[in-house]
């Protein structure tokens, strides 16, 4: 994991529109307008600062894995590993602004829009949204394997948007203090957690050619490694370590989200959570011993304490 994760931190800290400025003004507007091309202050320290936030890079990793699966040189994928990682943390800048989850920590340092304010933050995770596509659609693979990136680029769109991780974003805001069933909190789970934990396993082998049989087991092992994650997010909420978590615990009680120990009850989200992690490994079979590395990944993610 450590080369995946070293080579993420590395594209994206090199990203070209996001390099700070010589002596970096923060949040006041620059003097003079921006030239062409350049992304104004202070938009581009906004976005620096939480994409470079210290993180897992959970999702970009399996991306790279993914593809590793049927390619061995893993790093022609880091555009779209690197997208990933800003769709994610475009949604966590606007999960944490007040109108949502009102939350002041993130990965142990203050949420964007305390340090930047709501109006910044609000365009920090457009911008990196929109840098997202941007990345995906100027990668070198988009040339030298088209219909692969175009539809590599198009289940990522679509999982991490309004039928796939907003959907789930929405019932998560709105059924706010509701009863909870279990009904509705699988789909939460699904598509808040899961669609962006399985988008990149999918798009990673759609990038290298894997056929539907291999697409369908990278789906399955999404689907299981995403219920697991956000079952074990929730559980941490309750008996999780806030300096370990790098955020506050206790919230979603305190919210009336609707968790699956809220519906199961601690023991059952445990069990429910293995079962889910089974289903993932059970899925990388088909891959042989290269399924390894992502079959122990998700079996790490039942013992994870942030």
């Known amino acids: 994991m450590n080369q995946y994760q070293a080579a993420v931190e590395e594209a994206l800290a090199s990203y070209e529109?996001?390099?700070?400025?010589?002596?970096?003004?923060?949040?006041?507007?620059e003097a003079?307008?921006?030239?062409?091309?350049?992304?104004?202050?202070?938009?581009?320290?906004?976005m620096r600062y939480s994409l470079l936030l210290p993180g897992k890079r959970l999702r970009p990793v399996l991306l790279l894995a993914a593809y590793h699966l049927l390619k061995d040189d893993w790093r022609e994928a880091l555009p779209f590993a690197c997208a990933l990682e800003m769709i994610h943390t475009y949604s966590l800048i606007h999960d944490d602004l007040p109108a949502m989850d009102d939350d002041k920590l993130r990965r142990g340092q203050p949420t964007n829009h305390l340090v930047y304010g709501e109006n910044m933050a609000i365009l920090a995770?457009?911008?990196?949204?929109?840098?997202?596509?941007?990345?995906?659609?100027?990668?070198?693979?988009?040339?030298?394997?088209?219909?692969?990136?175009?539809?590599?680029?198009?289940?990522?769109?679509?999982?991490a948007?309004?039928?796939?991780?907003?959907?789930?974003?929405?019932?998560?805001?709105?059924?706010?203090?509701?009863?909870?069933?279990?009904?509705?909190?699988?789909?939460?789970?699904?598509?808040?957690?899961?669609?962006?934990?399985?988008?990149?396993?999918?798009?990673?082998?759609?990038?290298?050619?894997?056929t539907e049989e291999q697409l369908e087991a990278g789906r399955q092992y999404g689907r299981g490694i995403g219920l697991a994650f956000q079952i074990v997010d929730d559980l941490l909420d309750i008996q999780g370590d806030v300096h370990k978590l790098g955020k506050e615990t206790g919230m979603d009680e305190q919210r009336g989200?609707?968790?699956?120990?809220?519906?199961?009850?601690?023991?059952?989200?445990?069990?429910?959570?293995?079962?889910?992690?089974?289903?993932?490994?059970?899925?990388?079979?088909?891959?042989?011993?290269?399924?390894?590395?992502?079959?122990?990944?998700?079996?790490?993610?039942?013992?994870?304490?942030?």
């Not at 911008?127 to 680029?153: D, I, Q, V």
């Not at 598509?191 to 050619?209: C, Y």
């Not at 968790?259 to 079962?275: F, H, I, M, N």
């Open 257 to 306: 989200k609707l968790t699956w120990p809220a519906v199961c009850g601690v023991e059952q989200s445990r069990k429910d959570a293995l079962e889910a992690v089974s289903q993932a490994v059970h899925a990388m079979q088909l891959f042989g011993t290269k399924g390894d590395f992502l079959a122990e990944l998700a079996q790490k993610s039942l013992v994870r304490s942030n």
């Open 17 to 29: 529109l996001l390099q700070p400025a010589a002596v970096e003004p923060m949040t006041r507007v």
């Open 32 to 46: 003079e307008p921006p030239a062409e091309g350049v992304v104004p202050q202070p938009l581009r320290s906004a």
């Open 125 to 159: 995770g457009d911008g990196l949204l929109n840098l997202a596509y941007e990345t995906m659609l100027s990668a070198p693979l988009c040339e030298k394997e088209p219909a692969h990136a175009l539809r590599a680029a198009r289940e990522i769109a679509c999982r």
């Open 161 to 210: 948007g309004v039928r796939g991780m907003i959907a789930g974003q929405t019932l998560d805001v709105k059924l706010e203090g509701s009863e909870p069933n279990r009904e509705n909190v699988r789909y939460i789970h699904l598509h808040k957690t899961a669609d962006l934990l399985t988008a990149p396993v999918v798009a990673g082998l759609m990038l290298a050619g894997a």
